[in-house]
């Protein structure tokens, strides 16, 4: 499936994104290929062991079977979204440009009308456009889910790996990337989940306004653990989530992840990762790549992965997830299938 357009000013587009700090690098089939890819990654970039990285899977395991030529990008900030996409539309080389993350929606509504011909996806957000096809979760029950686990636990005299519960206190924790409906979407739902398990516990919380800022998550969960009584903390917070994972081995807490199995992931922090909600980005990734191969691409359609297609739920820790009771796990799985059934109605907003 090789498009006429994409003779169309081969490779000049590639030297303008190669100005983008060098965050370009080739490492697709390693000879072009029928379909070409484009990767513009949300900032953070990759090595998240989240969201980005995530993201990437589904390209991996698209190139094991389709043998894909692809190019990526990782923009340093958000201003650098519009050059990014509008470099590889401009080439006129890519099938599709897979757009990671909520932060490039503007850019891409500019982009997708400068560039009928070019085919988009963008994951995390919706953008109503004919060549544009949008992915989104139903992160508030992903994260319904972890927070049940929290609130019954935090009630528990817990204690595996290198954690242990303060059932006295009834008090968990969440930390977010940046203050935004997304990410607080995250916070809605987790508070709903305790509070489904425990009317009496507390959630706390905090905003750091970055996802890459490991330090200054370790110093909000520390202050959460020490200051305010929380044994477990969940964040939706990419790379300054690795923090609190730093800050519950430190004060012998819990932590719960994000987007993929951070036990696994982050082996070094296994031994207080609880669980973690995981997002199949890889999924949303992988099927628009897929669609592209079969030249069965749909723009101007939104897809919801959500509990009901296993594109967001509820994987417990490598480590830890043989010590949880299976009494809790049990009443998990069915606030699942209540959610599923509609008897559980979760939040979208704080």
């Known amino acids: 499936m090789v498009r006429d357009r994409r003779t169309v000013l081969k490779g000049s587009a590639i030297a303008g994104l190669t100005a983008l700090a060098g965050c370009v690098g080739g490492f697709g089939a390693g000879t072009e290929s029928d379909v070409q890819i484009g990767m513009v990654y949300a900032t953070g970039g990759l090595g998240d062991d989240s969201f980005n990285d995530m993201a990437q899977q ?24 519009e050059d990014a996409q509008r470099g590889f539309a401009e080439s006129g080389d890519y099938d599709l440009i897979n757009c990671i993350g909520y932060a490039q929606e503007e850019a891409l509504i500019e982009n997708a009308e400068q560039y009928p011909d070019q085919n988009f996806t963008i994951v995390d957000a919706v ?5 544009v096809r949008s ?18 636990l935090t009630t528990e005299e817990f204690s595996a790996g290198a954690g242990e519960t303060n059932p006295d206190a009834n008090v968990v924790g969440f930390v977010g990337g940046t203050e935004t ?9 987790f508070e709903a ?21 490991t330090a200054r998550g370790q110093e909000a969960a520390r202050s959460m653990y ?36 951070q036990s696994m992931s982050n082996p070094d922090f296994a031994d207080v990762i609880l669980a973690s909600m995981v997002k199949r980005v890889d999924t949303a990734v992988y099927s628009a790549i897929e669609s592209v191969v079969d030249d069965a691409f749909e723009g101007g ?50």
Do not use: C, M
């Not at 398990?197 to 970055?210: F, P, R």
């Open 301 to 350: 359609q939104t897809e919801t992965l959500g509990l009901e297609q296993d594109g967001v739920g509820t994987v417990y820790g490598d480590e830890l997830g043989d010590q949880i009771p299976q009494e809790i796990k049990d009443q998990v799985a069915e606030s699942k299938q209540a959610i599923i059934d509609g008897e559980i109605d979760v939040p979208s907003e704080l």
């Open 193 to 213: 989940g305790v509070e489904y398990a425990n009317e009496d516990a507390e959630v706390v919380s905090s905003y750091i306004g970055d996802f890459n800022a």
């Open 226 to 261: 020490q200051d305010q009584d929380a044994d477990i903390i969940f964040h939706a917070a990419g790379r300054t989530g690795i923090g609190v994972f730093q800050a519950a081995q430190e004060e012998g807490r819990f932590a719960i992840g994000v987007d993929d199995d």
């Open 135 to 152: 992915y989104v979760f139903g992160e508030p029950k992903g994260s319904f889910q972890v927070g049940h686990l929290a609130g019954l």
């Open 58 to 81: 589904g390209l991996q395991r698209a190139n094991e079977e389709f043998d894909l030529s692809y190019e990526k990008t990782e923009p340093d900030n958000e201003g650098e979204f």
């Open 127 to 131: 953008v109503d456009a004919d060549n």
């Open 181 to 189: 409906a997304l990410i607080e979407s995250f916070h809605a739902g």
